[in-house]
């Protein structure tokens, strides 16, 4: 059965002056209801939600993304609600298929997971994307886990829609914030969840504490629990936090690693062709950056998708085996692939000149 559905936007921002306006005027006509729920911003940010809405909600900051975004979904009054950061955005394009959703939606639907694309490289094109839940029907089933780090567990009826919102940072959080709140949650003996323990070893990582990282992500490793796309993606932190070590070998092994979990990933295989490439071992690089371009990515699946792992990066790579093994033709035929696949990519119109060059001259 389809029917009109409302929609009530729930968001939680603190000091996003810069940004929360831009959100706000690409939702705000998609949307029935806003709610803004402040944690404690000292800049306009407030003033800039009151132009939008009178629903702004105070909620005082105690470490726990859940608890504010749970009190933010307590104020909804429509039959559905999306949650959006304050540097999220929803373009033109995604809006006319935002509204096209809203208007065909049936109401048995319990959850509508969007794309996110959330990397993008020097032209734009998107770079890291992945699935996440985004309207969620509002019958108290919706609720927030996790201090950092939150999610919904799927629940009922979920509906995966072609519609992505765009995540445009302009300025970067606190770098510390989120492995602060893991270390106060393990001050304080809260046991992690098998999620959470992967973040937590994320956090290490991107925090240069890799022997620590090395030993968290091995840890979620060793754990039977854990969602498998999770699994792989600490797979490649492991093993990136290997070879900036020195451990190549186990970085290695840790890549390999990962088919104990799933089918392999493009990811996976370029990463493995680089091992190869840097040991000097051309034709063994170039059969797991062939079988790399050979895997379709699949982000329906809901765990980060490396966009250019795919195609461009073991096009590139591959373009660079033949050169060093003297093949030029196939040199050249792989680059060019690159290049329908991002034919204003400096990298690919640098080496485009370079084999024009050199053919010329011999």
């Not at 911003?41 to 105690?62: G, M, N, P, Q, R």
């Not at 009922?156 to 893991?182: A, C, M, T, V, W």
């Not at 969840?193 to 090395?214: C, D, G, H, S, V």
């Not at 979990?261 to 950056?289: Q, V």
Request: glycine share 4%; aromatic share 14%; net charge neutral.
């Amino acid at each position: 059965m389809v029917s009109d559905i409302t929609i009530s936007l729930c968001m939680i921002v603190k000091n996003e002056q810069d940004v929360l306006a831009r959100c706000l005027e690409s939702a705000k006509n998609l949307v029935d209801e806003i709610i803004i729920v402040d944690t404690g911003s000292t800049d306009k940010t407030k003033e800039i939600a009151y132009l939008y809405t009178d629903k702004v909600y105070d909620f005082k900051w105690v470490n726990d993304f859940s608890k504010a975004r749970n009190f933010s979904f307590s104020k909804a009054t429509k039959d559905y609600i999306m949650w959006l950061d304050a540097d999220d955005v929803i373009t033109k394009s995604e809006q006319k298929k935002f509204i096209e959703l809203k208007n065909s939606l049936p109401n048995d639907v319990d959850m509508i997971v969007l794309k996110y694309n959330v990397g993008f490289d020097e032209n734009d094109n998107v770079t890291l994307s992945y699935y996440r839940e985004r309207i969620i029907k509002n019958d108290k089933k919706a609720v927030w886990e996790g201090q950092i780090h939150e999610v919904i567990a799927p629940h009922g009826k979920i509906l995966h829609k072609d519609i992505y919102i765009e995540h445009r940072k302009l300025h970067q959080s606190d770098p510390k914030r989120n492995i602060n709140i893991f270390l106060d949650m393990k001050l304080n003996g809260i046991k992690f969840t098998p999620r959470e323990q992967f973040y937590f070893a994320r956090e290490l990582y991107y925090n240069k504490l890799y022997n620590e990282a090395i030993m968290e992500f091995n840890n979620f490793l060793d754990n039977k629990d854990g969602w498998i796309e999770n699994k792989i993606n600490a797979c490649i932190d492991l093993a990136e936090c290997y070879t900036l070590i020195g451990k190549k070998e186990k970085s290695f092994l840790t890549l390999l690693r990962s088919f104990e979990f799933d089918t392999p990933r493009a990811e996976i295989c370029s990463l493995i062709g680089n091992y190869f490439f840097n040991n000097e071992n051309y034709k063994s690089a170039i059969y797991w950056y062939n079988l790399a371009t050979q895997i379709k990515p699949d982000i329906t699946k809901g765990g980060f998708c490396l966009i250019d792992y795919y195609k461009f990066i073991p096009y590139m790579q591959l373009s660079l085996c033949y050169y060093r093994l003297g093949d030029i033709n196939n040199a050249i035929e792989f680059n060019e692939k690159a290049g329908k696949v991002k034919p204003t990519n400096s990298s690919y119109l640098y080496n485009k000149d370079f084999f024009n060059t050199l053919t010329k001259n011999n």
